[in-house]
């Protein structure tokens, strides 16, 4: 059972777009994470979400925990090739400490 | 300081044989955690180690083993290789103690190809 799903799973958009990928359970979380992945290496951490409905921003990408702690959002505007990568989700359902992943959303930026 | 190295890159294996991967986490870091990155099942989460001990452990089977070592390095050994364990592994160091919010530190994994 996956708990963490992603949507969507693909996304091919041309530079200059914004766009939004989704990460969402059942479960409730402590917090959440977004990771970034490129070829040929490993996920680097984006941002931690902590609070519910807590927005953090980093230059063009805005994330935001859901009320409710079960879900959250990652929004690109401006979307540039260098965006292309897998974002990922991960967290630990509460009461847990093991750290389990999304689904994935692969994005491709194309110029 | 240095990231996290794994070892080896990239190897094939044929079915039946076993493996044994290498991970030396960020100088510092006592938590290491191995994850199996593969298209079709994603990130799955394998076993945590920290201070030696294993602190967490994922839906595998047996064949699937780990140790980690008093320096933090660790190592992950698979058995009786079949076809399906080709993927991508991931190791991925930690400060354990930030909790939940801690920041995982992946290297860049170890390709296995099982033929």
């Known amino acids: 059972t996956q708990l963490l799903e992603q949507s969507p799973q693909f996304l091919s958009i041309q530079e200059g777009e914004n766009l939004t990928v989704y990460c969402n359970s059942s479960?409730?979380?402590?917090?959440l994470q977004w990771y970034r992945q490129e070829p040929g290496e490993g996920p680097v951490l984006l941002v931690t979400?902590?609070?519910?409905?807590e927005v953090k921003k980093l230059k063009r990408l805005t994330f935001q925990f859901g009320d409710a702690r079960k879900d959250s959002s990652l929004h690109i505007t401006a979307a540039q090739p260098g965006d292309t990568g897998l974002y990922l989700c991960?967290?630990?359902?509460?009461?847990?400490?093991?750290?389990?992943f999304g689904t994935g959303t692969r994005l491709q930026v194309f110029p | 300081k240095a990231g996290v190295t794994q070892t080896p890159r990239y190897l094939i294996k044929t079915r039946g044989q076993q493996v044994t991967l290498s991970c030396s986490p960020i100088?510092?870091?006592?938590?290491v955690s191995w994850y199996q990155q593969t298209p079709g099942q994603g990130l799955q989460f394998l076993f945590e180690?920290?201070?030696?001990?294993?602190?967490n452990k994922g839906n595998f089977p047996g064949r699937f083993s780990g140790r980690q070592f008093s320096n933090s390095r660790s190592e992950m050994n698979v058995s009786t290789l079949e076809l399906g364990d080709s993927a991508l592994y991931l190791c991925?160091?930690?400060?354990?103690?930030?909790?939940?919010?801690?920041?995982?530190?992946f290297g860049e994994g170890s390709r296995l190809t099982v033929l």
């Open positions: 180690y920290f201070s030696e001990t294993q602190r």
């Open positions: 991925a160091s930690s400060h354990w103690l930030d909790g939940n919010t801690g920041e995982l530190f």
């Open positions: 991960a967290g630990a359902p509460y009461n847990t400490d093991k750290l389990i």
């Open positions: 979400v902590v609070t519910g409905g």
């Open positions: 479960s409730v979380f402590s917090s």
């Open positions: 100088s510092g870091h006592r938590s």
